[in-house]
């Protein structure tokens, strides 16, 4: 089992509906990072939570550090939401090291 | 700040060649990983470096890889006599401190390297 599991493997959402991703971790973490990769492109780092919940634009993040999970909500979703988003967990007893989930592919259709 | 910077973005050898791939960090951070994508797999580490010393190198193939972060210069990844399951995508990150990631992750574009 990963450490770091990621659902759904992959999503397709109309324009403008609602989009969650979830991540659940099984080992304690320091902290936990939400990226972005489009098609081809490279990783982008959108959110990094240890508590509670971020916000920056449409996108909202929030963990549950006693349930070890973590969401990334995509509000009124459009076509340049269609990418790769993945979980990390900055993981402590590995030396802060950063392990991934396998990522979860929105397509958003116009 | 230029961000992480690799190259190249897309790397094209033939079975037996050799693969180099660079980082370059961002300004002022002296703390290298590289990590590997395979096609439809997820991030995996490879190694982490600091300024002239290996730290971690728990998850490179133990035959044909080897990386170095030089004193000047960037880090560079090698993959010597390659094969057709070296292709992937290889993404390096950088951080300031030994607290990587605690705060901010900063990745490069990666290189995108096809054995044929």
């Known amino acids: 089992k990963n450490e770091v599991e990621q659902s759904p493997q992959n999503l397709t959402a109309q324009e403008g509906e609602f989009i969650t991703i979830n991540c659940s971790y099984s080992?304690?973490?320091?902290?936990l990072h939400w990226l972005q990769q489009h098609p081809g492109g490279g990783i982008v780092s959108l959110f990094m939570?240890?508590?509670g919940k971020k916000k920056h634009g449409r996108l909202i993040a929030t963990i549950n550090i006693q349930e070890k999970h973590s969401s990334l909500h995509i509000t009124a979703s459009h076509p340049r939401d269609s990418a790769v988003y993945i979980c990390?967990?900055?993981?402590?007893?590995?030396?802060?090291?950063?392990?991934f989930g396998g990522g979860t592919r929105v397509l958003v259709k116009p | 700040n230029a961000g992480v910077m690799q190259n190249p973005r897309h790397l094209v050898r033939r079975r037996g060649q050799e693969a180099r791939l660079r980082c370059s960090p961002m300004?002022?951070?002296?703390?290298v990983y590289w990590y590997r994508q395979l096609p439809e797999e997820g991030l995996k580490f490879m190694v982490y470096?600091?300024?002239?010393?290996?730290?971690?190198e728990s998850g490179m193939p133990k035959e044909r890889f080897s990386a170095e972060f030089p004193k000047e210069g960037p880090s560079i990844l090698r993959i010597q006599q390659v094969v057709r399951g070296d292709s992937a995508a290889y993404f390096c990150?950088?951080?300031?401190?030994?607290?990587?990631?605690?705060?901010?992750?900063?990745f490069g574009q990666g290189t995108r390297l096809t054995v044929v």
């Open positions: 990150a950088s951080s300031p401190s030994l607290d990587a990631f605690v705060s901010e992750a900063f």
């Open positions: 080992v304690g973490i320091s902290a």
């Open positions: 939570l240890s508590s």
């Open positions: 990390a967990g900055v993981i402590k007893a590995a030396g802060n090291k950063l392990t």
């Open positions: 300004k002022g951070h002296s703390h």
């Open positions: 470096l600091q300024k002239e010393n290996i730290i971690d």
